[in-house]
């Protein structure tokens, strides 16, 4: 039914030992959407993605996608789902149309139409001319496009795509994106894990952010970012020996805890904590004044949309990724 959602789940739980892996999780997911599941590497995300298509056991909890309970209705579920997980799951010594039809024949496709399928999909995802290259000689992009192809060879209702652009370069990131949005459109409902920022941003109608197993915030990407403000004043300074200085300044000023990252001569802080856009542009002049007022020669001053990482930042007291931090 269309109303009914794609995923729900309610207080699900999974334990490792004396690892809560997933902390009880409320997620409701609907059709048509793509829905990211955002956070750090071990937050629980691809264990909340291995109970929901049935590949773990919840040890709490309820879980049900378009309706069928995960564990007493698994063979329906199975039925409506397909995951692409973090790893290749085709053969590698295989070639590319090798692949697709031996999976389509599994699937109970006859030859001709195994065939025809995998075809299809070669062109669609942009790889016709490796269709006859083993798998092994294809590039990490090319990988996750046959990896995706596979898993829509019969259409599914529900697509889990579990980190599929790690490690790919950008050009490659792009074309998996653009893969996503093509699914999408003919009424695929996909779940997306990613620890990548503009990922989720770019990709997302609503996104979780995940951290040691619960849910620490949830909405549009447009809604978690006003939750921490209306803007991001950015500052870099002409002397390093001034950045303590200014960074009381600058919190005194906006009201706000104030970043000081790798880069020995730049600042982050949250303005417009209201939620005002001309509020925040209002306390970024001040700051810029008193800075000046102070004699504190500033070479770069910006103040821009938060980011979904000072978004995690701000909710957790930690950078999504290293990466933020450098």
């Known amino acids: 039914m269309p109303n009914t959602p794609a995923v729900e789940t309610s207080g699900l739980v999974k334990v490792f030992g004396d690892n809560r892996a997933v902390d009880g999780v409320d997620l409701t997911v609907p059709q048509g959407t793509v829905y990211g599941l955002l956070g750090p590497n071990g937050a629980g995300k691809t264990t909340v993605v291995r109970m929901l298509a049935t590949l773990l056991r919840p040890d709490g909890g309820q879980a049900r996608v378009f309706g ?56 669609a995802f942009g790889l016709t001319e490796a269709a006859d290259r083993q798998v ?15 898993s829509i060879l019969n259409t599914p209702d529900l697509l889990f795509l579990d980190e599929p652009t790690t490690g790919l370069d950008p050009r490659s990131r792009n074309q998996v994106w653009d893969i996503v949005r093509v699914v999408v459109a003919h009424g695929t409902t996909v779940l997306l894990t990613t620890q990548y920022l503009d990922e989720a941003d770019r990709l997302a109608g609503r996104i979780a952010v995940i951290d040691h197993g619960k849910v620490i915030a949830e909405g549009t990407p ?84 938060p980011s979904l990482d000072e978004v995690f930042l701000a909710l957790t007291d930690k950078p999504l990724t290293e990466e933020a931090t450098a």
């Open 68 to 123: 069928h309970d995960v564990v007493r209705e698994a063979d329906a579920v199975r039925g409506r789902v397909s995951l692409t997980g973090q790893y290749a799951s085709v053969d590698e010594d295989l070639t590319g149309t090798e692949n697709l039809v031996l999976l389509a024949r599994l699937l109970g496709h006859g030859k001709p139409a195994a065939r025809a399928r995998a075809a299809q999909l070669l062109e």
């Open 222 to 305: 447009g809604a978690l970012k006003a939750s921490i403000g209306a803007g991001t004043v950015h500052v870099r300074l002409r002397d390093a020996a001034r950045r303590p200085e200014a960074e009381r300044l600058l919190a005194a000023v906006l009201g706000a805890g104030v970043q000081a990252g790798a880069d020995p001569v730049a600042l982050t802080a949250r303005a417009g904590a209201s939620g005002s856009e001309q509020g925040a542009a209002e306390q970024a002049s001040r700051a810029l004044a008193a800075l000046a007022g102070a004699g504190i020669v500033v070479d770069d001053f910006s103040l821009g949309q």
């Open 136 to 150: 092994k000689k294809y590039s990490g992009g090319m990988r996750r496009r046959i990896d995706i192809a596979a």
